[in-house]
């Protein structure tokens, strides 16, 4: 009995302790580098445009904010119910309404006609592209296809990996995304991009990567049990060690 | 129609349990949503811990979930099962019955000047639907497999490869969505034709407006969700192909017999209900502040015109943006140009209301009772919901932030910080009407504060995770290299969770011991001026005495002049 009670005091203890670091730990995170709490690197051709037109929403909501919570705090200050002092008797002002219907009208516009120049961008035809390749989504892996030296799709001499996409640096490179099962989603964060791959269609997207690196490709749509762990793997390479690597596919696939 | 004053008294059951009274199938909407918010915040909590301290054992959950947490370690099924259920059950179950059923049948006869609902027994009926609407989807947590675990989304085709919890999620929505489209025809015809004598539509108050604009849309949007939920159910257990298309192959199985369906069908009906849905959680709470700011600023609703047709066409705008949820799906582009603008416009009218907002407060005479405090906090909180809105409207913006964390912390600003703060003002403003019996205001602005600071410091940090790439419904975000240094914020969310559920302790201590023993409540507590003050509290039933006749407005408050600083909507003159 003794024992039973000594244990949950233990881990009372241990509880509370747990719950002291995370308080204090994001805390000092904070004061180690503000920088981490941001965007990861962007390392697509239309990557900084995203987070330009990020920062632009920014910048108009938080003065929005800063606005509306300043008035807010000021009036339940400036306005509290002291003796003597009475409410004014006030039903509205056309000119005020108005002067706060069409202002925001024409900030939305704005943001309306900005967000659309980048979506065309991204979302419209697709630039010349110097590679196309297929991603197939299964639960729970990436199934990546390259053409062989057909040059062609979906022929019996593709190549293909799992987890493992291998992108050209500088290429324009178009990814045709299918699914074998249910709805995943290709998202890729340094690249800014993210789109499903839906059963039963083809969904085209184009990426340009812009520096060499290993990065992660994450399944952002709900697809079952192991969701989580649908983690694919991005290589970007120079043009040669590309062709070299794909070359190496090629000849542990089809010799 | 009501029958006013039966002359017979009611026995026990008819009074308590099976009663066509409004006010007391109003108060069981309150009780059982209360319940279920609860109970939806604790899975919440149970979630919290899984991603604050991934793999870590909570011994005593073995018990409690022997499948689920076997030696108390969470297994990836349970994780996906309690967001399920999570979303499910608040918004189910949670929000929109507290704020729609609760309120919406508790206020509208009061504050119309009318004996009871129009139809009472269809009234009854709406209210009974939901004990086996909520049975049924808690059954799926005991069937094999677990509960529902597609998300509350439940996206097809993955909704349709589970077993049997998501059947009983799908007879659950039934239900529920029938006891919605119940209350919304008694709603509407209750605020046409039973509206006392002068109560003319624009001196309704924006409470009544904002219930009768919210009626509408659910009568409108629901059955669209009854009809994707059934193809649902259909295409599980009948071999339809709804939203199946040829070649599906399922973990090694070929779905034989299925083709030309659309998976995406099944995101454009949902979010054909479900968008206007985020409205009919958000409109009443928009209505409850609209009502409670006036009467402790002891001045008149700013702009109360505009207010009417900012909801108007809130509403309107409500039912074209659905495919704003989509814009990543991979529909044809163009249409997510259309679909931004349409949500963008809806900035709009929000503001107005907004600005209107602030405008009331304004020269006013203010009292931060725990009412008014619950409706600034929801003007602050609701604010960054709205506005972090705009990141998720902007097309290529959203393509990154969609399906991560800065879209949860958004959803959260809107349903916790809007709605559930905004229906927390309702209950401290109308608890003594409702039990003629004061709240505790200083235990109450207690549990406020508390809830406020606590909800900020969970649901603000989400935003920061989504800019950081997080993904949503993710059972263990540790493997991702652009993730690895999120432990700390996690935990120290987690931890602000923990406290954000443990506060809520306090608001039942107020309840309970209020309800028992706190100051009787007058008649009219607040000196407002809308018709459920001009009765006993609680009211009678039939709550009044005699019909009211309506010759004023219902926000005015201070008017010069007049020695008291408001005059009741039933004043001679």
Known sequence: ?255 | MSEGHPSSRPGFWRTYVFSTDHKTIGIQFLITSLVMLLFGGLLAALMRWQLGWPGQPLAFMEKLAPNGMPGGVMVPEYYNMLFTMHGSIMIFFGIIPILVGAFGNYLIPLKIGAPDMAFPKLNMASYWLMPPAILIMLAGFFVEGGAAASGWTAYAPLSSTLGAGQTCWIISVILVGTSSIMGAINYIATIVSLRAKGMTFFRLPMSIWALFITAIMSLLATPVLAAAVIMLLLDRSLGTSFFLPAGMVVDGVAWAGHSGGQVLLWQHLFWFYSHPAVYIMILPAMGFVSDILPNFSRKPLFGYHSMVYAISGIALLGFLVWAHHMFASGMNPALGTSFMAATMVIAVPTGVKMFNWLATLWRGSIRLTTPMFHACAFLSLFLIGGLTGIFAASMPVDVYLHDTYFIVGHLHYVLLGGSLFGAFAGITYWFPKMFGRMLDERLGLVHGALTFIFFNAVMFPMFILGIGGMPRRIYDWTQYAHLTHFGGLNRMMSVAAFCLVTAQLIFMVNFFWSLFKGKRASENPWDSTTLEWATSSPPPHGNFATPPTVSHGPYEYSVPGRATDWVAQNAAS
């Open chain 1, 1 to 255: 009995m003794k024992s039973v009670k000594h244990s949950c005091w233990n881990r009372a203890l241990t509880a509370a302790a747990l719950l002291l670091a995370g308080a204090a730990e994001p805390a000092w995170a904070f004061g180690q580098g503000g920088a981490r709490f941001w965007f990861p690197p962007a390392v697509s051709s239309y990557g900084a445009q995203v987070d330009r037109l990020f920062l632009i929403v920014l910048a108009i909501t938080g003065a929005v904010f800063f606005l509306v919570e300043g008035a807010l705090l000021w009036f339940l200050i400036r306005y509290r119910r002291r003796d003597g002092s009475k409410a004014a008797y006030i039903h509205g002002s056309t000119r005020a309404e108005l002067i706060w219907t069409v202002i925001p009208a024409l900030i939305v516009l704005y943001l309306a006609v900005a967000s659309q120049r980048v979506w065309a961008h991204i979302q419209g035809p697709p630039p010349p592209h110097q590679l196309e390749l297929e991603v197939q989504g299964e639960q729970f892996a990436w199934n990546v296809r390259y053409a062989g030296p057909d040059g062609a799709l979906h022929t019996a001499d593709d190549l293909e990996t799992i987890n493992q996409l291998h992108l050209p640096v500088g290429q324009v490179v178009l990814i045709n995304l299918a699914s074998k099962d249910v709805i995943h989603s290709f998202f890729l964060p340094q690249f800014r991009i993210k789109r499903d791959a839906v059963p039963g269609m083809t969904s085209r997207i184009w990426v340009q990567a812009t520096v060499t690196g290993n990065f992660e490709i994450v399944c952002a749509e709900l697809c079952g049990l192991g969701h989580y762990r649908m983690r694919g793997f991005v290589t970007i390479e120079t043009p040669e060690e590309f062709r070299a690597w794909l070359a190496q596919v090629q000849q542990e696939q089809h010799t």
